[in-house]
């Protein structure tokens, strides 16, 4: 029932993205934004990503089998919620 700090998530997904590196699709590639955890029980993650169309099942559960092995999660029913950002920016800021 503890809570992982956002920072130490934030370098944990820094971590296992430049391990191995996000899925493209149509030469657009997955970008994962930053990670925070919202609930203790159980544990429930949200990941912050560009696009929900371009994470693969297969993308999502190699960041749950990290997060596990990191965080000593075994055995605990972890959610993982992938949000899709808004495209917001600064102000005066210009494409």
């Known amino acids: 029932r503890s809570r992982?700090?956002?920072?130490?998530l934030n370098r944990w997904l820094a971590e296992a993205v430049q391990a191995?590196?996000?899925?493209?699709?149509?030469?657009?590639?997955?970008?994962l934004?930053?990670?925070?955890?919202?609930?203790?029980?159980?544990?429930r993650f949200a990941i912050q990503v560009n696009s929900r169309a371009?994470?693969?099942r297969d993308y999502?559960?190699?960041l749950e089998n990290r997060l596990r092995a990191r965080f000593?999660?075994?055995g605990v029913p972890?959610?993982?919620?992938?949000?899709?950002?808004?495209?917001?920016?600064r102000a005066g800021a210009s494409r």
């Open 4 to 8: 992982v700090p956002t920072p130490q």
């Open 20 to 31: 191995r590196q996000p899925p493209a699709r149509q030469g657009h590639r997955l970008r």
């Open 33 to 43: 934004l930053y990670a925070a955890q919202v609930e203790t029980a159980p544990p």
């Open 54 to 56: 371009r994470l693969t």
């Open 60 to 62: 999502a559960y190699y």
């Open 72 to 74: 000593g999660l075994d």
């Open 78 to 89: 972890v959610i993982i919620d992938f949000v899709e950002g808004s495209h917001r920016r």
